[in-house]
C-alpha cells in the first residue's frame, strides 16, 4: 500500500521448513518465512513503514535498521521487545541512498535471533545515483554472505555456551550454499553484505583480478578504488564491479574467502564462497564514472572533543571500558550537530572487534595512526578494529537526538554484553 509520500510494507517473522541442503528440511527463523528476508528497495524523498509482526517464533523481537537514522523509538532498541503474538510499526526516513540491512537485535538473543535467520537487505536508491552509468537492474546483484553450521538431519547448529563466536562451514550467499551464477561478459555492481554472526572474510578472486569498489556501508565511495582483495567484517558493506569481459566464455570465476592462518577466524572450512560462469556475450552500455559522488571529508580540526572506547574481555564478559550493557548506561552526550572523534581500541587477547555505531555514518581517520585501508574510504558504520589496532573515527551527531546503541557486530560478543550507548543532545 502506497500513499503520495509513503509506503507500507508487511512482514511476518515465523519459524518455516526450508530446503537449504538438497533433499534436507531445516527449520529456520524467516521474516516472511524465507531467510534472507525480502529485500526491500526505496528511493530518498518517500517515507517506509513497515508493520513487523512476531507471529510463532515464541520468542521477542527487537528489528533494527541498520545504517538508517531512524528516530529512537523506531531504531530497534534492544531491550524495546515485541512479544510473540503482537507487532510494532517501525517509521523509517530514508534520508540517503546505501545499501543498509534489517536483522533482529533483541537483548541478548540477537545471535541466534540472526543466525535462526533473521536478516534482510534494504536498498535506499536517489535519482543521483539512478542517472550515473553504472550497472543497473539485472546486473545490479545482492550478495548476503553468511555461514551456518548444519547437523546432518539439516538442522541448523546455534551453540552459544562459553560466549564463542560461531564459525559455520557451509557458506550461503542469499541463502544458498555455494552457489554457481551465470554472467554475461560484461561489467555487474555487487551490493556484498556480511550477514554472519561472527565470521570476517578477506574477499579475492580466484584470478587475482582486481574488485572495484564502489560503495560502502553508506552509499558511494567518493570514486572507484581497485583493490585485490578486502578484509569484510560481519555487518559491513560493500559494493564493487566485476568486469567480467575480459574472460573468455567458459571462464569461471569463483569468489574466495582469502583470510590467512594468521587470521583469527581462519578454519580453512570456506575458501570458496560462490562462482560466476561466464556463459554468454552480451552488449554493455554501462560505465564507472571516475567520480560517483560530491564528499567533503570531515576534518579532524572540526572535532570538538574526542572519546575513547576499549573493547577487550575481563572476568568472563566481553566489555566496553571495563562495563557490560546496562539500560541506564550512556557512554557519551555529544550535542546536536557536533563533529566528534571516537577513537575505538581493541587491546588484545585473541579477538577482532567489527565495531558499530547507530544512526551516524563516520569516516575513519587513521588506522594505528596510519592511514586507513584504500576501500576504507566514505561513509562507513561498521569499523573492524583488529587486535592492538586503534582506530579514530569521524562523525556528525544528528539528524536525531535520543538514545542510540553502539557494540561490537560479532553478535555473540554484543550479546554478552560488548554494547553501550550513547546519547545525542
Ligand atoms: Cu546491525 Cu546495532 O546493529
Ligand atoms: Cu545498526
Ligand atoms: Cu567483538
Redesign the pocket.
Known sequence: RSDSQTDYYEITMRKAQVEILPGKLTEIWGYNGITPGPTIMQRTGRQSVVRFINNSLGTPTST?L?GMASLPEYDGYAEDLTFPGYYKDYYYPNNRAATIWY?D?AIHATARNVYMGLAGMYIIQDQTELDLPLPKGQYDVPLIIQDKEFATNGSLIFDDQGQKSQFGDVILVNGVPWPRMEVARRKYRFRALNGSISRSYRLALNTGDPFIIIGVDGGLTPAPVEVNSFRFGT?ERYEFIIDFSKYPIGTRVILKNRSLPNNLDYDGKTNDIMCFDVVRDEADDSSIPSQLRTFTPLLASQAVRTREFRYERTNGQWVINGKTWNANRVDGTPQFGDIEIWRLYNNGGGWFHPI?L?LIDCQILDRNGRKPFPYEVGWKDVFYVGENESVRVIGKFGPNTGKY?Q?C?NTVHEDHDMMTQFEVL
Open positions: 533494527h541498520h536483522h537485535h555487518a558499530h547507530h546503541m557494540h557486530h
